[in-house]
DNA sequence: TTATCATATGAATGGTTGTTCATATGAAAG
DNA sequence: CTTTCATATGAACAACCATTCATATGATAA
């Protein structure tokens, strides 16, 4: 079938193995949400204390319009909560898997750097 | 100085604790070579065994050219690395840090659902 | 009700990025 | 040396995405 060499053995071997692609797409679409600074800065400033969608802008010196745009994002993928205060609404993290994923990152970064 | 509400005393207290920009780079950079699906599917066949890149493209389906400039992207983000056998160039995991880190977002993602 | 403050949202734009096509490299076999 | 096989790479194109601008919503205060 192939116009390569062969390796239907390693092909049947993973193709048991490896997730569906529903599954992948999901895991990608999940990391993708990390694979922004701003998201992720975002992220970080949830992590001291929740915070009003001004204060956001305000610390990351950008738009308010730029924020609420990407916290919608994360509102939508379940990263984060909101609840409202008269007319303020405080941002908050939704669980403890942010910072997990988030550290198991920084991780891989410090152990890379301390290798070279 | 701000035209908004105050938050004077949030914005210190994040100022203090926020790890640098640079680093935040860092980390959206790594999180972003796992957003792509094509690139996750990459890493889950290599979680199986060692694969040579027309294995893997014949394998998703794929052209072999974009198989390469994907292997290049986590190659020099030192995620995979390479042997030569031949004329054949074998990829493989550098460490096992790629697989603590899809863990974890496979276990939100299931943690996710089992919460709806 | 009207004005104001905090946030949300739609459309448009600019920049990024994954894929394709054509071609180049580089090792091994003849 | 020449051909072939496996992979790499550069340029072009298309799709995606983050930001901006203008405006809308929605709650509160007057």
New interface residues.
Partial sequence: M?R??D?SG??K???D???SDE???????????????T???IL??L???E??V??IA??LGMTQSAISHQLKVLRDA?LVGSRREGK?IYYFLADD?VR???D??????I??REGR
């Fill in positions: 192939s390569t060499h390796h390693i092909l071997k993973v193709k193995e490896i997730p599954l992948i797409c999901d895991l990608a679409d999940l990391f993708k949400l990390f694979g922004d600074t998201r992720a800065k970080f400033s992590f001291e204390s915070m009003c001004c204060a305000e610390f379940n303020t898997h997990i994923i988030i198991m990152g920084f991780e891989h970064l152990e890379e």
